[in-house]
Every structure is written in C-alpha cells, then in structure tokens.
T-cell receptor, first 114, second 112 residues
Framework: AQSVTQLGSHVSVSEGALVLLRCNYS??????LFWYVQYPNQGLQLLLK??????LVKGINGFEAEFKKSETSFHLTKPSAHMSDAAEYFC????????????FGKGTKLSVKP | NAGVMQNPRHLVRRRGQEARLRCSPV?????VYWYRQLPEEGLKFMVY????????ESGMPKERFSAEFPKEGPSILRIQQVVRGDSAAYFC??????????FGQGTRLTVV
C-alpha cells in the first residue's frame, strides 16, 4: 500500500528565511506525487506535481520540490518565506498513477514570523 | 471560471438527522472524489465516482454513508442518522480522466 509521511506537524520560519517541508513516500510503483496548500477554511490548491518527468518540479508562488528516488522523498522548498505563505501544506501520492484518488499526509502547518 | 462548488459551506445537524452534501464539479469533469478531514488529520479518501457509477468506495464507512453522481445534477454525499463523530470537513474534488484534481471549499458538518 502506498503512503505518505510528513515530518513535522508544525514548522515556523522567519520572513525571508528558507522554507523546507519534508515528505517521504512509500510506493511499489513509480509514484505520482503532489503538494497542496490549504488556507484557513478553504479548499486545497495544487502547488506542484511530479509525474515521472523532471525530478525538480517548479510550482506556483515560488515553491519547488525535488523527487529523490534513493531517499523516497519529495521535500517542498521555497528560498524566501513570505507572510502570505502561512498555511497548511499537504503532500499526497496517487496510487492509480495518472488517475484515481489521492492519499494524503497529515499535513504541516507553516507559520511565518515577521 | 467556475471551480468545484460545494454547498452548503456549513451544516449543523442534530444527532439522528440526515446530512446531504452537494458537489458540482468543474464543467466538463466527469470524475468526482469525496474526502473527509478531521482536526489535525489530513484528508482521507472516501469514494470515487464517475457519472452514474461508483468506481471505488473503499474509504466509505459501511453503514449510514452513501454517494451518488447522477447523469444530471451534482454529486451527493448522504450521511444518515448522523453521530457526533461525523463532525468534520468534507471536501469534493473533480477531474477530467487524467487531469489534476480541483478541490471545492468544503462543507463543514457539525453534529450537535
């Protein structure tokens, strides 16, 4: 069974600092991996996705993630945090490849200090 | 640009009542997914539907929960005889056959 583990339920950074949100997956097949962001009382918005093309994936709002097969990781990074980045971030894997449901991690709440 | 529309946004039900949650997918999308989010938890998959068919309901509780996606109209998630443990945010997502999933803003169900 495929699964996703997000290390750290809460991460706090200063404005302008590097953002690093960790995600490890388990999958017996080449995975389709996603990062979503959720603002309070909102739905989920897709930040970026990996679908077995380039290992470094660039997303919206300056975020990017690198797929590392040897480490089974798909960590999310942003060079310089902005106050508006404060939200909850979810890593997800899609067992069915190009279609089907998503399996989510428990999420990481990002706080940005001024 | 109408995205996934869910209504109501907030729903309060007394124990034992029925809750009906509606989801209108993005125009042209024929795949709908329902997820449940509990506090401090990620989203848990419940059911995957295509028009008039249930494709995967492995995440649905065996009793009291049902879902449909008729040929015409929105997808409906129905919870009969609600209990306090059903209180959660319920999210719907839609996609084309191999496209990305777009999420609605959710329905927050409170059972009192």
């Amino acid at each position: 069974a495929q699964s996703v583990t997000q290390l750290g339920s809460h991460v706090s950074v200063s404005e302008g600092a590097l953002v690093l949100l960790r995600c490890n997956y388990s999958s017996s097949v080449p995975p389709y991996l996603f990062w979503y962001v959720q603002y309070p009382n909102q739905g989920l918005q897709l930040l970026l996705k990996y679908t077995s093309a380039a290992t470094l994936v660039k997303g919206i709002n300056g975020f990017e993630a690198e797929f590392k097969k040897s480490e089974t990781s798909f960590h999310l990074t942003k060079p310089s945090a902005h106050m508006s980045d404060a939200a909850e971030y979810f890593c997800a894997v899609r067992p069915g490849g190009s279609q089907g449901n998503l399996i989510f991690g428990k999420g990481t709440k990002l706080s940005v200090k001024p | 640009n109408a995205g996934v529309m869910q209504n109501p946004r907030h729903l309060v039900r007394r124990r034992g009542q029925e809750a009906r949650l509606r989801c209108s997918p993005v125009k042209g999308h024929s795949h709908v997914y329902w997820y449940r989010q509990l506090p401090e938890e990620g989203l848990k998959f419940m059911v995957y539907l295509q028009k008039e068919n249930i494709i995967d309901e492995s995440g649905m509780p065996k009793e009291r929960f049902s879902a449909e996606f008729p040929k015409e109209g929105p997808s409906i998630l129905r919870i009969q005889q609600v209990v306090r443990g059903d209180s959660a945010a319920y999210f719907c997502a839609s996609s084309s056959k191999q496209g990305e999933a777009f999420f609605g803003q959710g329905t927050r169900l409170t059972v009192v």
